[in-house]
């Protein structure tokens, strides 16, 4: 007896296509997009990172500035303070010569000793140099 098409056994569904697996060239440039894609991304944090710490520097030089300003306008007037004083002792006039002259040598010393210490410094990195050095020599006659 013959089976009408209803009644027959559904054939078995063919196996799905193996997935083909990936090449060895597919594999390495999947990693070096990632890897790209890694060092982009590092980079871009490190840019935000770069920003918001010059942010907060940038807040606290001018905090400092405000503070070297108070700091010029206390000196100010403390020495008009001082010349006014000595006006009770002297004619203003001496009493403003002697404060100039107090400033005067104020400002000589912090010169002095300013030009001195400038005089110690070194641009020159000098353990860099010595390490190029060294870098040259191995590589003119390596050990290995």
């Not at 098409?5 to 078995?12: H, N, T």
């Not at 083909?20 to 990693?31: K, T, V, Y």
């Not at 935000?48 to 606290?60: F, L, N, R, V, Y």
Request: hydrophobic share 45%.
């Amino acid at each position: 007896m013959a089976l009408s098409s209803q009644e027959r056994p559904a054939a078995p569904a063919p196996p799905p296509p193996a997935a083909a697996e990936p090449s060895l060239g597919d594999l390495i440039g999947e990693i070096g997009q990632d890897l790209s894609q890694l060092v982009r991304d590092e980079i871009e944090l490190a840019k935000a990172e770069i920003k918001q710490e010059s942010t907060k520097a940038g807040k606290a030089v001018g905090m400092l500035g405000g503070a070297g300003y108070a700091g010029h306008v206390v000196l100010l007037f403390g020495s008009l303070t001082l010349v006014f004083a000595l006006a009770n002792v002297m004619d203003p006039a001496w009493a403003a010569l002697i404060v100039t002259a107090l400033w005067a040598v104020v400002g000589g010393v912090l010169y002095a000793k300013g030009r001195e210490r400038l005089r110690t410094v070194n641009l020159k990195p000098e353990q860099t140099v010595e390490t190029l050095k060294e870098d040259a020599r191995w590589a003119r006659h390596p050990t290995s």
